[in-house]
Protein backbone atom coordinates (compact mmCIF):
# COMPACT_ATOMS: atom_id res chain seq x y z
CA UNK A 1 0.00 0.00 0.00
CA UNK A 2 1.25 3.46 -1.01
CA UNK A 3 1.42 6.55 1.28
CA UNK A 4 0.79 10.04 -0.28
CA UNK A 5 1.09 13.15 2.10
CA UNK A 6 -0.62 16.56 1.13
CA UNK A 7 -0.01 19.78 3.10
CA UNK A 8 -1.88 23.21 2.28
CA UNK A 9 -1.19 26.35 4.94
CA UNK A 10 -2.45 29.64 5.09
CA UNK A 11 1.15 30.82 4.89
CA UNK A 12 1.14 32.28 1.13
CA UNK A 13 -2.29 34.15 2.08
CA UNK A 14 -2.88 37.49 3.30
CA UNK A 15 -5.49 38.95 5.53
CA UNK A 16 -8.80 38.00 4.45
CA UNK A 17 -8.06 35.58 1.57
CA UNK A 18 -6.15 33.37 4.53
CA UNK A 19 -9.31 32.51 5.92
CA UNK A 20 -11.42 32.11 2.22
CA UNK A 21 -8.81 29.78 1.20
CA UNK A 22 -9.02 27.96 4.61
CA UNK A 23 -12.54 27.73 3.84
CA UNK A 24 -12.65 26.51 0.47
CA UNK A 25 -9.84 24.00 1.79
CA UNK A 26 -11.68 22.65 5.04
CA UNK A 27 -14.87 22.59 2.68
CA UNK A 28 -13.58 20.44 0.12
CA UNK A 29 -11.08 17.86 1.74
CA UNK A 30 -13.28 17.60 5.10
CA UNK A 31 -16.96 18.52 5.75
CA UNK A 32 -19.14 21.67 4.37
CA UNK A 33 -18.85 24.33 7.62
CA UNK A 34 -18.57 27.65 8.54
CA UNK A 35 -15.34 29.31 10.16
CA UNK A 36 -15.10 32.67 12.07
CA UNK A 37 -11.80 33.29 13.31
CA UNK A 38 -11.47 34.36 17.02
CA UNK A 39 -9.45 37.11 16.01
CA UNK A 40 -9.23 37.47 12.30
CA UNK A 41 -5.88 39.69 12.59
CA UNK A 42 -3.54 36.41 12.71
CA UNK A 43 -5.65 33.98 11.65
CA UNK A 44 -3.41 30.42 10.50
CA UNK A 45 -3.71 27.18 9.76
CA UNK A 46 -2.50 24.15 7.93
CA UNK A 47 -3.40 20.71 6.86
CA UNK A 48 -1.56 17.80 6.12
CA UNK A 49 -3.23 14.71 4.96
CA UNK A 50 -1.45 11.24 5.13
CA UNK A 51 -3.98 8.80 2.40
CA UNK A 52 -2.87 4.93 3.01
CA UNK A 53 -5.34 3.51 0.25
CA UNK A 54 -8.65 4.52 1.18
CA UNK A 55 -8.26 5.46 4.50
CA UNK A 56 -7.04 8.41 5.60
CA UNK A 57 -5.37 10.92 8.13
CA UNK A 58 -4.65 14.66 8.49
CA UNK A 59 -3.00 16.82 10.80
CA UNK A 60 -4.77 19.74 11.34
CA UNK A 61 -3.29 23.05 13.27
CA UNK A 62 -5.52 26.41 13.70
CA UNK A 63 -5.76 29.99 15.02
CA UNK A 64 -8.74 29.83 17.76
CA UNK A 65 -12.03 29.39 15.73
CA UNK A 66 -15.53 28.49 15.62
CA UNK A 67 -16.78 26.40 13.49
CA UNK A 68 -20.77 25.57 12.80
CA UNK A 69 -22.66 23.53 10.46
CA UNK A 70 -25.93 24.55 9.43
CA UNK A 71 -28.65 21.50 8.62
CA UNK A 72 -28.47 22.79 5.03
CA UNK A 73 -24.60 22.18 4.88
CA UNK A 74 -25.12 18.41 6.22
CA UNK A 75 -27.56 17.47 4.44
CA UNK A 76 -25.90 18.78 1.04
CA UNK A 77 -22.59 17.23 2.21
CA UNK A 78 -23.49 13.55 1.84
CA UNK A 79 -20.31 12.14 3.31
CA UNK A 80 -20.29 8.91 5.23
CA UNK A 81 -17.32 9.47 7.20
CA UNK A 82 -16.11 9.17 10.63
CA UNK A 83 -13.20 11.15 12.24
CA UNK A 84 -11.39 10.67 15.47
CA UNK A 85 -10.12 13.87 16.74
CA UNK A 86 -7.25 13.79 19.12
CA UNK A 87 -6.66 16.94 21.33
CA UNK A 88 -3.30 18.31 20.77
CA UNK A 89 -3.16 21.66 22.37
CA UNK A 90 -5.77 23.97 23.39
CA UNK A 91 -9.67 22.71 24.21
CA UNK A 92 -12.32 22.60 21.59
CA UNK A 93 -16.17 22.36 22.68
CA UNK A 94 -17.98 20.73 19.62
CA UNK A 95 -22.05 20.74 20.50
CA UNK A 96 -24.03 18.09 18.60
CA UNK A 97 -28.33 17.47 19.59
CA UNK A 98 -28.18 19.87 22.48
CA UNK A 99 -25.10 18.01 24.41
CA UNK A 100 -21.46 19.85 24.79
CA UNK A 101 -18.58 17.35 24.43
CA UNK A 102 -15.12 19.42 25.59
CA UNK A 103 -11.73 18.14 24.49
CA UNK A 104 -8.52 18.85 26.09
CA UNK A 105 -4.90 17.94 25.17
CA UNK A 106 -4.86 14.41 24.99
CA UNK A 107 -8.29 14.06 24.44
CA UNK A 108 -9.98 12.00 21.70
CA UNK A 109 -13.33 12.63 20.48
CA UNK A 110 -15.21 10.37 17.64
CA UNK A 111 -17.47 12.39 15.23
CA UNK A 112 -19.51 11.02 12.54
CA UNK A 113 -19.98 14.20 9.22
Known amino acids: MTQTEQ ?9 GQAL ?3 QELVTETLIACDISPL ?8 LT ?16 SHISRTREQVRRDRKDDYFLIQQRS ?3 AIEQHGRTAIAEPGDCLLLSA
Open 90 to 92: GTV
Open 7 to 15: TWSTDQHAG
Open 39 to 46: SADDFGAS
Open 20 to 22: RFW
Open 49 to 64: RYAFGSVSFQLVTSSG
